[in-house]
């Protein structure tokens, strides 16, 4: 592709994540030519509130490009861009003055609401409807939330003068002006149906969301208006590609057909893979569209509260960094007695229990700082291989190579724990910024920077770890790990455990060597 210049020609993406906002510019031959990265604040300003400016936001967007193109020779084709799903705010329309922060998708203020909703009778129609739990994690009981600080009554939302999106609608509004959704975010706000693939009137209606403050829906590819005030950007350039950063990250791993599983690792950890059937509801992984191009992607997606959270939370308790954290549990020998369940926030897949507490058991006097630590890092693994294992019982297909990125994926031990635990193979990225690299993709292919067939055959940098571990020493660990969650799960006033996923164990109370520590 040319357009009449000499200048190295680029494909430029925009990540906004949770704790930073990354730019990268991505040449022909698919190797990243420039990056940067703008930190992001956040504010948690009562017990499991998780709080971000959106005009921080806005602004990280202008200096992260910025920086990136102030030093870098490339004239910028087209752009892409993806972001933290479910994190949902509102704006005026007129001027764009947010009216409020933007809600984290760790905010679990609603969780009342969620049991509000329960004893209405809602949870069935909103998951038949939406493909998802009703869970605070999603969008539509924080927009609720928003608006009835705002505008209680709904007269400016059912006007137009409001208007209301997940963190990729404020990017488009921020570079382009338009209110526009890409439909995997949509579908992640609770208020899509995926069988129409439209905004649903009965989930509006149970959220008391009007439909005239909610964005149009677009497909993944395609473009919108002209961006306008980026620097280093030419006229005329335009987003050609939108995607949640889950989703960007398995479209950069090559994925377009069911097969390979993905899971990324961060504050919290997901798996997604595309489906080419419905999940069974049962499974306790959700439904959602990964894309939409020609046809929409479906796909099905887990999630785990905490795991990369854990370990910022025992370094500080144990005053150490997370190489400080690594380093202990590495001079730990696999230990057979301490379980860490980090459920800080209650449970994520396959439980959606909000009421599982966070506890530590096993342990003794005998118990060092070392086995702690290890046990913090195998919650990572042992939460990952539950859900791999919910693919298999949804889909019939065992999950041989797991493809997984994100920061916590950089610790090479971790990664030949999760395959010595999960007994599969991993592959990871050695690519940083493999949601930026993912919207790239789609945005150059879109463009028609690259064909399909280039853009698939582009190389990649991965690394491998085959499992090490006696397969029957791993089941062993995957086993006490189950007991362990269902201590955390039970409710000694609720007579047992939630029912939404059986789970082996006795369902006794906590034994002696339990504590409770959220």
Known sequence: MTIGTSTPLSVLAIDQGTSSTKAVAIGFDGRVLGRSSVPISRKDPRPGWVEQDAME???????????????????????????????????????????????????????????????????????????????????????????????????????????????????????????????????????????????????????????????????????????????????????????????????????????????????????IGLAGDRVPRASGLVRTIAWSTDVPAYAFEGTVLSTGATLLWLAQLLGTDPAGLSALAQSSEAQDHVDLIPAFAGLGAPYWDDDAVALVCGFGLGTSRAELARAAFESIALQTEMLFRCVADATGEQVGRVLVDGGPTQNDWLMQLQADLSQRTVSRSNVAELSALGAAHLAGVSSGFWTSEECITLAKDVSTFVPAMDPLVAAARRERWRSAVERSRFQPSGGGPSDAVSDPGSGDAAPAGTVAVG
Request: glycine letters at 10%.
């Open 57 to 271: 936001i806005a602004d990280s967007l202008h200096l992260a490009v910025a920086e990136l193109l102030g030093g870098l020779d490339t004239e910028v084709v087209g752009l892409g861009i993806s972001n933290q799903r479910e994190s949902a705010l509102v704006w005026r329309r007129s001027d764009g003055r947010p009216m409020g922060p933007v809600l984290g998708w760790q905010d679990r203020r609603t969780a009342a609401r969620v049991r509000e909703a329960e004893r209405r009778g809602w949870l069935d129609v909103v998951e038949e409807k939406s493909g998802l739990p009703l869970d605070p994690m999603f969008s539509a009981l924080k927009l609720q939330w928003l608006l009835d600080q705002v505008d209680p009554d709904r007269s400016q939302s059912r006007s137009g003068k409001l208007a209301v999106g997940t963190v990729d609608s404020w990017m488009a509004f921020v570079l382009t002006g338009e209110h526009r959704i890409e439909m995997g975010n949509a579908s992640r706000t609770q208020l899509f149906a995926l069988d129409v693939l439209d905004w649903d009137d009965q989930l509006l209606e149970i959220f008391n969301v009007p439909r005239a403050c909610l964005p149009e829906v677009f497909a993944s590819n395609v473009p919108t208006a002209p961006v306008r005030g980026l620097p280093g950007i030419r006229d005329g350039v335009r987003i050609y590609g939108a995607l949640g950063d889950s989703h960007a990250a398995l479209f950069a791993h090559g994925a377009r057909t069911p097969g390979d599983v993905k899971a990324t690792y961060g504050s919290g950890s997901s798996i």
